[in-house]
């Protein structure tokens, strides 16, 4: 069963900067591109960023581009979102999200709550 | 490529149908996917490649179109569809939700 645990959310003031970890089992987490997905309280889910499997490749929205960086550690299994710089549009759940053959986020996580203000 | 989905609410019965359209920026090939999301939860895929249902979802969900317009129906409305519906185009990067249609009941 695919399982995919954030962590690091939190309060956070304007400006600061903070590092969510998405831990993952279930799969071969090494084979499958991974995404961000955020969503404000009371809107729609927003895409944030994407990688490719190996890490060549990263993508981003252009609300988050310069301030917020993708990565992921095959071999622990984890994908990471460092945010910096970041604002009050900022405040959302993040979800990590596993995609799938020709679909893309298929798997989600349960979230975590990144809250920016001061 | 930028995705405008209407209408933004949809009041509807039991045993209606449903119809929410996704209209994209530009043309693109079949990469646009619709979930369902209720409240307090993830979204849940329901439908990828446009017109391929994710595997357990039942078949009165159906996608189609092409081009710049997409669309989900829903046939015969049962008493858990009433939730929001997003399109997703990811055919190119950014990816892009629809600002989403929800489904209330009437």
């Known amino acids: 069963e695919v399982q995919l645990l954030e962590s690091g959310g939190g309060l956070v003031q304007p400006g600061g900067s903070l590092r969510l970890s998405c831990a993952a089992s279930?799969?071969?987490?090494?084979?499958?591109?991974m995404s961000w997905v955020r969503q404000a309280p009371g809107k729609g889910p927003e895409w944030v960023s994407g990688?490719?499997?190996?890490?060549?490749?990263?993508y981003y929205a252009d609300s988050v581009k310069g301030r917020f960086s993708i990565s992921r550690d095959n071999s622990k299994n984890r994908l990471y979102l460092q945010m910096s710089s970041l604002r009050a549009e900022d405040t959302a759940v993040y979800y990590c999200?596993?995609?799938?053959?020709?679909?893309?986020?298929?798997?989600w996580g349960q979230g975590t709550l990144v809250a920016v203000s001061s | 490529i930028q995705m405008t989905q209407s209408p933004s609410t949809w009041s509807a019965s039991v045993g209606d149908r449903v119809t929410i359209t996704c209209r994209a920026s530009?043309?693109?090939?079949?990469?646009l996917a619709w979930y369902q999301q209720k409240p307090g939860k993830a979204p849940k895929l329901l439908i990828y490649?446009?017109?391929t249902l994710e595997s357990g979802v039942p078949s009165r969900f159906s996608g189609s179109g092409s081009g710049t317009e997409f669309a989900l129906t829903i046939s015969g409305l049962q008493p858990d569809d009433f939730a929001t519906y997003y399109c997703?185009?990811?055919?190119?990067?950014?990816?892009?939700f629809g600002q989403g249609t929800k489904v209330e009941m009437k």
């Open positions: 490649k446009t017109s």
């Open positions: 999200g596993k995609d799938g053959s020709e679909r893309p986020v298929q798997h």
């Open positions: 530009q043309s693109f090939n079949s990469w």
């Open positions: 279930g799969f071969t987490f090494g084979n499958y591109i």
């Open positions: 990688i490719t499997a190996s890490a060549d490749k990263t």
């Open positions: 997703l185009q990811y055919n190119t990067y950014p990816w892009a």
